[in-house]
């Protein structure tokens, strides 16, 4: 018996279900999803939170929002929310699919919708669905105590509905999916993150005087900047003139407050230059241009080691030579010698040691920045974008 999504004498429309914002920030998973799917399938309907950018908007036939001012109430009763819109949506028009996000809300909509209106599900897992809750807030006890239950019923709940999606595009290891939620292999698209090629990232050549410069974007976190704050002091005791720039956004005053302490502790403050906060992402390609290594040194853990660092493809499109930490997503990516140096870590001296081997070799420099170049081809949007598409044209 086919559901009442399947009719067929209505115009045939896809939906895209998520709670999230969407940026204007043309190289992440967000945005190039939510733009391919818009401009590859006319009828794109939006159903989710009042947040996309003017670009997304543009190529959307029909948006059903709610505003950031009243997210808390519709967050708790998303699923709810859109299953209403879902049933008026159905009697004007076919709908073929339903895309969801990855977090756990998002999933339980696409799961309730396929069961309710028998349309086919494509589950768009750019992260794992238990990751916003890995690192729980340090809340009160008894907060503490509502949260772990919420967030062990949810992982509960995602690990029944999961494999029910008809298709599941995976930009994490799909082997992870498979083991911790039961999903069958032949259910799941494995794809990676990549680079915009079209943007035309920026070069600068450096001059005879430059200092010997590390770049790093991302998160400022203590978790993921220890090793790197280790690694340059132990490569200023070798290398004394050199420049480290931290650059990005941070979740807490205190892990700046930690950085600045490290950096003294370290006696590295004169070398190190900290730029917190959101920053343009032209003018972040504009910064890392003048760099002469970028580096990735995420710690192995359950959050990041399965995941593709989108800044790891940014840095390969800029041709730059990366050293990067030895994880499972970095090592499907990275030859280790050819377009990236591998290092371990735990293992601040073997990072350090990859810092001193580029400073003081220009023609290996050269050699991983050409490779980089090379490399970083097979990880365009465009192909990554195509791959997917032509999945989800193979289920409907």
């Given at each position: 018996m086919k559901g009442l999504g399947a009719r067929?004498?209505?115009e045939q429309v896809m939906l895209f279900v998520s709670n999230r914002t969407y940026p204007a920030i043309n190289n992440t998973v967000r945005f190039q999803r939510l733009t391919h799917l818009a401009s590859k399938y006319k009828n794109l309907y939006f159903i989710g939170r009042n947040d996309l950018c003017e670009d997304i908007l543009s190529r959307i036939k029909c948006k059903i929002t709610y505003t950031r001012h009243k997210e808390k109430v519709y967050k708790t009763i998303f699923p709810l929310w859109v299953l209403w819109h879902v049933k008026k949506l159905i009697h004007k028009n076919t709908i073929s699919v339903v895309n969801t996000a990855w977090t756990s809300n998002e999933l339980i909509t696409g799961y309730l919708i396929k069961k309710v209106f028998g349309i086919k599900w494509v589950a768009h897992l750019w992260d794992d669905p238990e990751k916003p809750w890995f690192n729980m807030p340090d809340t009160g006890f008894y907060q503490k105590t509502f949260l772990n239950f919420k967030y062990q019923l949810l992982t509960r709940i995602v690990k029944?509905?999961?494999?029910?999606?008809d298709l599941i595009i995976a930009s994490i290891n799909p082997q992870v999916i498979v083991k911790k939620y039961n999903v069958q292999m032949t259910r799941i698209l494995a794809v990676t993150n990549g680079a915009d090629l079209t943007l035309g990232y920026p070069t600068e050549k450096q001059g005879s005087d430059h200092k010997f410069t590390i770049g790093f974007v991302g998160y400022l976190m203590k978790s993921r900047l220890r090793l790197l704050l280790e690694a340059t002091h132990l490569l200023s005791i070798v290398v004394p003139d050199f420049k480290l720039i931290l650059l990005g956004p941070y979740f807490d005053k205190s892990d700046i407050v930690w950085i600045e302490e490290e950096l003294n502790k370290l006696s590295i403050s004169n070398q190190v230059e900290i730029k917190p906060g959101i920053h343009d992402h032209n003018n972040v390609l504009q910064q890392l241009a003048s760099v002469d290594v970028c580096v990735c040194p995420y710690p192995d853990t359950f959050d990041i080691s399965a995941t593709y660092p989108i800044k790891l493809f940014e840095y390969m499109a800029l041709g730059k030579p990366i050293v990067v930490t030895r994880m499972w997503g970095t090592s499907q990516v990275i030859d280790d010698g050819k377009n990236g140096i591998l290092v371990d870590p735990d293992d601040p001296q073997d990072m350090a040691e990859?810092?001193?081997?580029?400073?003081?070799?220009?023609?290996?420099r050269n050699r991983i920045s050409a490779g980089?170049?090379?490399?970083?081809?097979?990880f365009s949007w465009q192909k990554i974008n195509n791959e997917i598409s032509t999945a989800i044209d193979a289920l409907v």
């Amino acid at each position: 018996m086919k559901g009442l999504g399947a009719r067929v004498d209505h115009e045939q429309v896809m939906l895209f279900v998520s709670n999230r914002t969407y940026p204007a920030i043309n190289n992440t998973v967000r945005f190039q999803r939510l733009t391919h799917l818009a401009s590859k399938y006319k009828n794109l309907y939006f159903i989710g939170r009042n947040d996309l950018c003017e670009d997304i908007l543009s190529r959307i036939k029909c948006k059903i929002t709610y505003t950031r001012h009243k997210e808390k109430v519709y967050k708790t009763i998303f699923p709810l929310w859109v299953l209403w819109h879902v049933k008026k949506l159905i009697h004007k028009n076919t709908i073929s699919v339903v895309n969801t996000a990855w977090t756990s809300n998002e999933l339980i909509t696409g799961y309730l919708i396929k069961k309710v209106f028998g349309i086919k599900w494509v589950a768009h897992l750019w992260d794992d669905p238990e990751k916003p809750w890995f690192n729980m807030p340090d809340t009160g006890f008894y907060q503490k105590t509502f949260l772990n239950f919420k967030y062990q019923l949810l992982t509960r709940i995602v690990k029944k509905i999961l494999p029910e999606a008809d298709l599941i595009i995976a930009s994490i290891n799909p082997q992870v999916i498979v083991k911790k939620y039961n999903v069958q292999m032949t259910r799941i698209l494995a794809v990676t993150n990549g680079a915009d090629l079209t943007l035309g990232y920026p070069t600068e050549k450096q001059g005879s005087d430059h200092k010997f410069t590390i770049g790093f974007v991302g998160y400022l976190m203590k978790s993921r900047l220890r090793l790197l704050l280790e690694a340059t002091h132990l490569l200023s005791i070798v290398v004394p003139d050199f420049k480290l720039i931290l650059l990005g956004p941070y979740f807490d005053k205190s892990d700046i407050v930690w950085i600045e302490e490290e950096l003294n502790k370290l006696s590295i403050s004169n070398q190190v230059e900290i730029k917190p906060g959101i920053h343009d992402h032209n003018n972040v390609l504009q910064q890392l241009a003048s760099v002469d290594v970028c580096v990735c040194p995420y710690p192995d853990t359950f959050d990041i080691s399965a995941t593709y660092p989108i800044k790891l493809f940014e840095y390969m499109a800029l041709g730059k030579p990366i050293v990067v930490t030895r994880m499972w997503g970095t090592s499907q990516v990275i030859d280790d010698g050819k377009n990236g140096i591998l290092v371990d870590p735990d293992d601040p001296q073997d990072m350090a040691e990859a810092f001193i081997r580029l400073h003081d070799d220009e023609d290996l420099r050269n050699r991983i920045s050409a490779g980089a170049i090379e490399q970083i081809k097979n990880f365009s949007w465009q192909k990554i974008n195509n791959e997917i598409s032509t999945a989800i044209d193979a289920l409907v």
